[in-house]
């Protein structure tokens, strides 16, 4: 995939990196472009920003780009001729393999780097996870002393997911309002799997598949590398807009229908129950399979009731395939999740997911199965934590960034936070330089209708949440001081 068309990808490419590396910042980015050259992201022949217009995109001096720009044509990476502006140099492409494919970036590349690298310096909001829930270790030891032996005795490989922990996944959904049984009932490797085989199964080349917008950004490169086309449904407060999907319904006549009905990510809405069953309703009427992701299912006792998920309101002949996961309500390093399908469709999902991986890690499994009946309990309190640090971050927010807008969502780990006049691309460039690593809205909306928000977690210490703040602020001031480019001097 060529990035250097768009000087915003490429800076989304290299952006993350330039303070990881030492010294000058021109040298620095000529380092990361070289890096890229001859890759998917910038082959032989493939032009590079202007100076500007990068310039911008990266949030520096315009004096930089054109410095790092004459350092690559140097070291005869690039070359410039009048009219046709600066391309990748032919010779830049010896001595990469044939067979060296380099992964492509799309949207969610600024949301997984920082998984990717490790943690640094940089205060990274580009992810909201807690730490395991302390309850794990007991279970865990427990675990090994009471079941691990039987385990061991048994072949390990099970497609559909450990029968045991079928069970408590189907009582689980039975006491939340949708009645279940263990052979509608597919484990997989967290939520992510969960998507990528439904994906699979649903999803052709050219197909379209309707999400709501913004959107979790994973999901652009999982239906982008199957060949899905994605059309966007704006939301309002309720879930999604159903005047306008049954407006995409009939135009695209997609083959999926993508919703996050419980605590939406970004904005954290909660769909009501009513448009839950609008929405059932509108794609068994248009023959549109839903796929439901609910893995963001902690709730505080105290907060708004959560409905049935939205198979529960589908008419019979609707096809509804409902995710869920443990790795958000008690650790993400807990990587198991479930589709809850009909029969028929449970058993195709299980092909595909013995194709995958023969079936998920049966320990974790177990150890899930152990959880699962105390997952509410368990949850609760981490809830009511995420509670009150939402409260601390839009405290924090008044105070040292009163400009920027948002509204407190219901549930979720982050709020969807509007700045005024401001490309969020260009501020995440800002906010980096001062050690914050933020997502931009375009990485969760690529239609342009959500550049100027930024997702801000708040899953993090007090402490954390202070310093990410201050950090922020300082680089609002910056931005809001000098611009973006001007004034920044080449080092």
């Known amino acids: ?39 998917a992201e910038l082959p032989v022949g493939a032009r590079l920003p202007a100076e500007r217009r990068l310039a911008d995109s990266l949030a520096i001096s315009r004096s930089t780009v054109v410095a790092a720009y004459d350092e690559l044509r140097a070291r005869g990476l690039v070359e410039s001729r009048r009219g046709s502006g600066t391309t990748v140099a032919r010779a830049a492409g010896r001595g990469r393999s044939r067979s060296d494919k380099q992964m492509p970036a799309g949207y969610g590349e600024s949301l997984f780097h920082r998984i990717t690298v490790g943690p640094g310096e940089v205060i990274s909001l580009t992810y909201a996870v807690d730490p395991g829930l302390p309850e794990l270790s007991a279970e865990l030891i427990e675990l090994a002393s009471d079941e691990l032996p039987a385990l061991l005795g048994d072949v390990g490989y099970h497609p559909r997911g450990l029968p045991v922990l079928r069970e408590r996944i189907a009582e689980h959904f039975t006491e939340g309002g949708l009645p279940t049984s263990p052979d509608e009932i597919v484990v997989t490797t967290g939520a992510h799997q969960g998507i990528a085989l439904a994906t699979q199964m649903y999803l052709r080349n050219g197909a379209a598949v309707a999400i709501e917008q913004p959107s979790w950004p994973g999901c652009f490169d999982l239906f982008g590398a199957a060949g899905g086309r994605v059309v966007g449904v704006p939301l309002d407060d309720a879930g999604i807009r159903p005047d306008l999907l049954e407006a995409a319904l009939a135009e695209h006549q997609p083959a999926m229908l993508f919703v996050m009905p419980t605590f939406h990510n970004p904005t954290g809405r909660l769909m009501s129950a009513n448009r839950r069953r609008q929405v059932a309703e509108l794609a068994a009427r248009h023959g549109v399979v839903v796929v439901e992701d609910n893995a963001y299912s902690a709730w505080d006792p105290a907060g708004p009731e959560i409905p049935p998920p939205l198979a529960a309101y589908a008419p019979d002949d609707a096809e509804v395939l409902t995710i869920g996961s443990v790795s958000k309500a008690v650790w993400g390093g807990l990587r198991i999740g479930w589709i809850r399908a009909s029969r028929p469709l449970a058993e195709r999902l299980a092909r595909h997911k013995a194709l995958a991986d023969l079936g998920s890690p049966v320990i974790d499994q177990a150890l899930t199965a152990r959880l699962l009946p105390r997952l509410t309990e368990l949850t609760s309190a981490r809830a009511r934590l995420a509670t009150v640090r939402k409260k601390l971050m839009g405290e924090l927010l008044t105070e040292r960034l009163p400009d920027w807008e948002w509204s407190s969502p219901v549930g979720g780990s982050a709020l ?26 375009q990485a969760m909306d690529p239609s342009g209708a959500h550049d100027d928000y930024l997702r801000v977690p708040f899953a993090y210490s007090e402490q954390v949440l202070d310093d990410a703040v201050t950090r922020l602020s300082r680089a609002w001031q910056e931005l809001r001081r000098h611009g973006p480019g001007p004034g920044v001097p080449v080092v």
């Open 416 to 441: 969807w936070v509007r700045l005024p006049d401001t490309d969020a691309r260009v501020f995440a460039q800002v906010a980096l330089r001062h050690g914050v690593e933020v997502v931009a809205g």
């Open 1 to 39: 995939m060529d990035r250097s068309g768009d000087p915003s990808a490429l800076a989304d490419l290299i952006g993350n990196r330039l303070s990881t590396r030492s010294g000058g910042l021109y040298r620095r980015l000529a380092d990361e472009i070289a890096a890229l050259i001859g890759s």
